[in-house]
């Protein structure tokens, strides 16, 4: 019984495409976040939801598109996929907006070619 | 601009030693802070917090020290394990802005049998 579920795992596609990522958590949680870790290793936040509003928006491409259609689901889009969008993407949640450590999902590696 | 930072790339310590890690940060606000550890193809998984109210947390063999002063926490981890190879992300938030979290870039750790 996986606490924050993410599919798929690995994803590899071309330039131009446009693909999603899903991403479920069963904790009850009520706050979602997704978050990239680049090629160095870094992890940054691009994303959070809280009761279905977005609360954290960090200057990403418009191109990436969270949607949340339930407190237990937030979902990544990306429009037109770059090179640039290769990365490790992590889904997290966590209870409350602050003092709560996040629980993270397991990844999931996006291959642009 | 990373305003939290681990150093370090990697460790190597014999088992049964003390693993000691560290992390700096620049922002003043910062009042919350995490460590995570990371194993290849999974997600961060939450190992012990402090907030700045105190200067010392423990759970078991990890102790967590918090110099404010200084902006520095290290993750002290004794006896180390060869369980305890991995990679440890340190992380740090401003409640007052909520969950938002700065992560490092990590500490990869290995533990020598």
């Known amino acids: 019984d996986t606490a924050v579920s993410q599919t798929p795992k690995y994803l590899v596609t071309q330039m131009g495409n446009d693909k999603s990522i899903k991403c479920e958590q069963n904790?009850?949680?009520?706050?979602m976040y997704w978050y990239k870790q680049d090629s160095k290793k870094f992890l940054k936040i691009m994303f959070s939801?809280?009761?279905?509003?977005?609360?954290i928006n960090e200057t990403v491409p418009n191109r990436f598109s969270p949607k949340s259609p339930d407190k237990a689901h937030l979902n990544l889009h990306i429009n037109s996929l770059e090179l640039g969008d290769s990365a490790v993407y992590f889904c997290?949640?966590?209870?409350?907006?602050?003092?709560?450590?996040?629980?993270f999902g397991n990844g999931t590696r996006l291959t642009v070619t | 601009d990373q305003q939290v930072k681990q150093n370090s790339p990697s460790l190597s310590v014999q088992e049964g030693r003390i693993s000691i890690l560290n992390c700096d940060y620049t922002?003043?606000?910062?009042?919350?802070f995490l460590w995570y550890k990371k194993y290849p193809a999974e997600g961060p998984t939450f190992l012990i917090s402090?907030?700045?109210?105190?200067d010392k947390n423990e759970d078991g063999r990890f102790t967590v020290f918090l110099n404010k002063s200084a902006k520095h926490l290290s993750l002290h981890i004794v006896p180390s394990q060869p369980g305890d190879s991995a990679v440890y992300f340190c992380?740090?938030?401003?409640?007052?802005?909520?969950?938002?979290?700065?992560f490092g870039t990590g500490t990869s750790l290995t533990v020598i049998p």
């Open positions: 997290a949640s966590s209870q409350g907006t602050g003092g709560s450590p996040l629980h």
């Open positions: 904790l009850g949680h009520d706050t």
């Open positions: 939801y809280n009761n279905k509003e977005l609360i």
């Open positions: 922002n003043s606000m910062f009042d919350y």
């Open positions: 402090i907030s700045s109210i105190k």
């Open positions: 992380a740090a938030s401003d409640l007052n802005t909520g969950n938002q979290f700065y």
